[in-house]
């Protein structure tokens, strides 16, 4: 039995995060959707995070602020940033400012571990610690 154009074999493939070859040969029709589930942003972010955990567990005993307030005030940071878009950038910068006032030091961590090509959340906060950072900068 042969054939015609309307019997040729066809594909569909769809998947998130899919990795994969296709060989197709003769009349044979392919379509591939695909979306990413992975997204930059998050990443980064959660690189961060881990990273901040890290700095503030190996600071040294402070009288004056406690690790367990720094670490507050990076969760607030953290837990409006992740609304993205809708993140109120006055609460994000008055936090970043408070922090760079317990520790500094943290901040800095923030500034030059989001230093790269980045967009959305990691990029606004960024942006704000940068401009605390230097504001507090000149002030001292």
Known sequence: MSRNKKDSPSIRIKGENVVGSINAEGHAKVDVAQSSVHKTDDANFEKLSDLLEEKIKARPEDPNVDKAEIREQVNQIKTEAIRGK?????????????????APD???????????????????????????KAETENKG
């Open 106 to 132: 943290i901040v800095d961590v923030m500034v030059a571990s989001l230093g790269g090509p980045i967009s959305g959340v990691t990029a606004v906060i960024h942006k704000i610690a940068a401009r605390v």
């Open 86 to 102: 809708t993140a109120n950038l006055n609460k994000l910068e008055r936090w970043i400012q408070n922090l760079a006032r317990m």
